[in-house]
């Protein structure tokens, strides 16, 4: 379902114990929101006396959705910004794999992916996910 914690709510009221699944599409959107951007903004932050890669930074959040769907030209500022910025990598990167996990052919496959999705992340360094004591991405 949608992560809407309205409609999570409504189901938890409804259904004394359910087993809430969230769609692929809102998890991703979720993760783009709450850690790519948080990274994007976080590391044209640290460049604010340098102009030239702090905006290529601070224009990319486009940028960052499926490599597949871009322009040439996005394709080639993309490379520039992958080149440039180490943390935005591997944000970007964790988000591909993220998708994936949908596709498992059992639970078992599925349950070992997203450990391995998660011990990645939580080793990456990213900030988005050191700053959380639960190892969940920060979100503000």
């Known amino acids: 379902m949608d992560m809407n914690s309205a409609f999570d709510l409504e189901v938890k009221a409804q259904c004394p114990n359910p087993k809430v699944v969230s769609d692929r599409f809102h998890v ?24 030239a890669p702090r905006k290529l930074i601070k224009g990319s959040r486009w940028l960052m959705r499926n490599a597949d769907n871009l322009k040439r030209e996005q394709a080639v500022k993309l490379g520039e910004l992958w080149a440039a910025n180490v943390s935005l990598t591997k944000a970007y990167l964790l ?9 498992a052919d059992d639970a078992a496959t599925a349950r070992n992916a997203w450990q391995e999705w998660y011990h990645m992340a939580t080793i990456s360094g990213i900030e988005a996910w050191d700053a959380s004591p639960s190892g969940r991405p920060r979100t503000s």
Request: no cysteine; glycine share 4%.
């Open 28 to 51: 991703v959107a979720k993760y783009g929101r709450h850690v790519m951007d948080w990274v994007r903004v976080d590391q044209a932050n640290q460049l604010h006396d340098n102009k």
């Open 95 to 103: 988000k591909d794999q993220l998708k994936t996990l949908w596709f």
